[in-house]
């Protein structure tokens, strides 16, 4: 009882930081929240999550200044700083390149997403969640596909390119169409190379052959289980394992032959990342 009190009180910071993460933030306030002494925060805080709490702020914000880099690229990379806390382009770029190993500019032109995941590396949290699932009634659903294959820290290269398609045919616009994920597979347990996920989008006809790879799927009508998440996607594995490991059983239920998907209703860096909403679907017999 007294280790999920302490995990509850690290991850209330965690929150804490997510939602004032434009805010100054001070230890003083930090270890109020977490209703620990200001003399041992650091050290406690640095135990749980891996880095320490003024790094993991720093790291945070350099997370959404990377998005905003590359999927906002008509954003300028001084604006991009300033929304980051830094005073000046060269003081945000110093830390850019500190932490990634690129300027900003050129992980704006060439990202290298593996390199970037490996600072994102903290550990696991295991806070209390509340889990509201119900079993609704899904409708057969026409998709584009991107089968993404590979390694998972490679995922968002194929977002993006996904993304380019979306804006260069228009035949899923991201305004009014749904977007999707197919988990096919566990990152934490496949080899990386045998890794699989579908970046997917609404369409109301089937697609033609394109440069771009884009194919023609299904998302099958049936029961669904379906559970929203909030928050970082990051923090999706805990959702997803709670329908295997207790919804399923205390409900008597068996899983379909087909995988659990992703329906993202909003995305990150256009909202703050502990506003995202994700509905999570398990499809059943």
């Not at 992703?262 to 398990?282: A, C, G, I, R, W």
């Amino acid at each position: 009882m007294k280790n999920k009190r302490y995990e509850q009180s690290i991850q209330r910071v965690c929150n804490y930081i997510y939602e004032h993460l434009d805010e100054t933030l001070t230890v003083e306030q930090l270890s109020d929240v977490a209703h620990f002494s200001k003399y041992h925060f650091h050290r406690q805080f640095s135990n749980s999550v891996g880095v320490n709490v003024f790094k993991f702020i720093q790291l945070l914000r350099l997370k959404r200044a990377s998005y905003q880099l590359v999927f906002h690229q008509n954003t300028r990379i001084t604006d991009i700083a300033l929304s980051s806390g830094y005073d000046s382009h060269e003081s945000f770029s110093r830390a850019f390149k500190k932490s990634f190993g690129l300027s900003p500019t050129e992980f704006r032109r060439t990202p290298i997403w593996s390199d970037w995941h490996t600072n994102y590396q903290f550990k696991p949290i295991r806070g209390q969640i509340t889990m509201d699932a119900e079993i609704i009634a899904f409708p057969e659903l026409k998709i584009a596909v991107f089968e993404h294959r590979g390694p998972h820290e490679k995922l968002n290269e194929s977002v993006s390119q996904f993304i380019d398609w979306r804006k260069e045919t228009g035949l899923s616009p991201i305004t009014h169409s749904r977007t999707f994920g197919l988990a096919y597979d566990d990152p934490s347990v496949v080899e990386p190379e045998k890794f699989r996920f579908d970046i997917c989008g609404e369409v109301q006809r089937e697609i033609p052959q394109n440069s771009y790879g884009i194919v023609n799927k299904t998302i099958p009508g049936g029961r669904c289980v379906k559970i929203r998440h909030y928050g970082s996607h990051d923090d999706m594995d805990e959702t997803v394992y709670y329908l295997y490991r207790n919804w399923l059983t205390e409900n008597n239920e068996t899983p379909r032959d087909f995988p659990c998907f992703f329906e993202y209703l909003n995305f990150f860096p256009e909202v703050p990342e502990h506003e995202l909403m994700t509905d999570v679907y398990l499809p059943l017999n």
